[in-house]
Nanobody, 123 residues
Framework: EVQLQASGGGLVQAGGSLRLSCAAS????????IGWWRQAPGKEREGVSC????????YYADSVKGRFTISRDNAKNTVYLQMISLKPEDTAVYYC????????????????WGQGTLVTVSS
């Protein structure tokens, strides 16, 4: 059974930090790009960051560049999203998703999705 378990969300004040984790199982983790997406109430799902397989190249949305860092530990089948200098507009449910091979801007291209973890940033 394929599972993507996102964790690490919570309530934090503006300017604070959180680290999200995405633990994967049930598929060949090293063959997949892993992305973080977020969805705020009333808004469309937004791609936040992604890390490719192999070379580990990364993508960041402009809104998080310089504040978020994505990394992966293939030995632990886990991807992390370190978030610093959090802003109220970062408040959303954060999902991790897996896509075979490389990053895509379309959420429809992702094969597997986790259940999401809520990040709330207070002002």
């Amino acid at each position: 059974e394929v599972q993507l378990q996102a964790s690490g969300g919570g309530l934090v004040q503006a300017g604070g930090s959180l680290r999200l984790s995405c633990a994967a199982s049930g598929f060949t983790f090293g063959d997949y790009a892993i992305g973080w997406w977020r969805q705020a109430p009333g808004k469309e799902r937004e791609g936040v960051s992604c890390i490719n397989r192999g070379d580990g190249s990364t993508y960041y949305a402009d809104s998080v560049k310089g504040r978020f860092t994505i990394s992966r530990d293939n030995a632990k089948n886990t991807v992390y999203l370190q978030m610093i200098s959090l802003k109220p507009e970062d408040t959303a449910v954060y999902y991790c998703a897996a896509r075979r091979v490389r990053y895509s801007q379309s959420p429809r291209d992702y094969d597997y999705w986790g259940q999401g973890t809520l990040v709330t940033v207070s002002s």
